[in-house]
């Protein structure tokens, strides 16, 4: 792409990998740095490598058309200080969500301390008791500040909308922050229970 000067802005692969981007437009966009497609076969999980060397202080997860193969399950996310080897990092988080079923009845917002990881290595829920159809999915953006720090926690907080498997609309809101000095290097999605379908995109913002 160029200006009406003629100067090249970037080049573009058609698949959305942006190359020889003008200096004066780095800072503050959004760079696709991977994309994992989750097929419920041959990858059943996303999975994100090497992001303390990335060189980002923000990564961005924008993950869509999330189906399960169950009715009732959990869509998550963990992360890693060991390149993978262990999704087991410590972390506190709070999770609430605004709901309304489709007939227009029962309108909430609640708090779910269930959902909740209190000083805790576990998984956590992004999406819940997710409905199974093939009309329904989740999708949703997860904001990750500052993984390589070896300093400082690493906070994070991510937006979800479902299918719940009750003919409800979830909206949910999950925040929090990983409770280690160490380095964050991977991170996974992955349902709790049987097999999915997803696409998952990594972006760099800075």
């Known amino acids: 792409l160029q200006d009406l000067g003629g100067n090249s802005l970037?080049?573009?692969?058609?698949?959305g990998t942006l190359s020889s981007v003008n200096s004066s437009l780095s800072g503050g966009g959004y760079t696709l740095l991977d994309t994992a497609v989750v097929d419920g076969?041959?990858?059943t999980w996303a999975q994100?490598?090497?992001?303390?060397?990335?060189?980002y202080?923000?990564?961005?997860?924008?993950?869509?058309?999330?189906?399960?193969?169950?009715?009732?399950?959990e869509y998550q996310v963990n992360f890693s200080s060991d390149d993978?080897?262990?999704?087991?990092?410590?972390?506190?988080?709070?999770?609430f969500v605004a709901e309304h079923?489709?007939?227009g009845t029962g309108a909430y917002v609640r708090y779910y301390s269930s959902r909740d990881n209190q000083q805790a290595t576990g998984w956590q829920d992004l999406g819940v008791?997710?409905?199974?159809?093939?009309?329904?999915?989740?999708?949703?953006i997860l904001h990750l500040f500052n993984p390589a720090s070896t300093t400082f926690v690493k906070h994070f907080y991510a937006t979800v909308s479902?299918?719940?498997?009750?003919?409800?609309?979830?909206?949910?809101?999950?925040g929090g922050y990983l409770n280690t000095t160490s380095a964050i290097n991977a991170c996974a999605f992955a349902m709790n229970s049987g097999a999915h379908v997803a696409t998952v995109q990594m972006y760099g913002v800075g």
């Open 57 to 73: 202080d923000e990564l961005v997860f924008v993950f869509t058309d999330v189906n399960p193969d169950n009715d009732g399950v």
């Open 162 to 174: 479902e299918s719940h498997q009750n003919d409800l609309v979830f909206y949910n809101f999950i």
């Open 84 to 95: 993978g080897a262990n999704y087991n990092v410590v972390k506190t988080t709070t999770f």
């Open 10 to 15: 970037w080049v573009s692969d058609g698949a």
């Open 48 to 55: 994100f490598s090497t992001l303390d060397e990335r060189g």
């Open 129 to 140: 008791d997710l409905g199974n159809g093939a009309d329904e999915c989740c999708a949703g």
């Open 101 to 103: 079923t489709e007939a």
């Open 41 to 43: 076969s041959s990858v």
